[in-house]
């Protein structure tokens, strides 16, 4: 089984960098083919795909937050992490963290019961 563990700071400063790793317990991060996700649901809004982390490293980005947005990862620790600059009040969102069965696909088949957070002086 699966299990995916979102962490970070809950509150996060205007134009600072809002940082969460996801901790992956049960399957590597480097297994063929799975990507990692980042997604987000701003209060009242819809999912929105931030970005994700193929098994072989390779990022992928939405075209609207790739300017301020890095995924990584730690193979070692078996867990990937979202950088994301200059952060406003229209981040302020619940983050999850979730597998894709193939890059790209949507066929998220595991996901983090999801971390908020505020954006706010």
């Known amino acids: 089984q699966v299990q995916l563990q979102e962490s970070g700071p809950g509150l996060v400063k205007p134009s600072q960098t809002l940082s969460l790793t996801c901790a992956v317990s049960?399957?590597?991060?480097?297994?063929?083919?799975?990507?990692w996700t980042w997604i987000r649901q701003p209060p009242g809004k819809g999912l929105e795909w931030m970005g994700a982390?193929?098994?072989?490293?390779?990022?992928y980005y939405s075209p609207s937050l790739k300017s301020r947005t890095s995924i990584s990862r730690n193979t070692s620790k078996n867990q990937f992490s979202l950088h994301m600059n200059s952060v406003t009040p229209e981040d302020t969102a619940v983050y999850y963290c979730a597998r894709d069965q193939v890059v790209l696909t949507t066929f998220y088949d595991y996901w983090g019961q999801g971390t908020q957070v505020t954006v706010s002086s």
């Open positions: 049960g399957g590597s991060i480097a297994t063929s083919m799975y990507a």
């Open positions: 982390i193929a098994y072989d490293g390779s990022t």
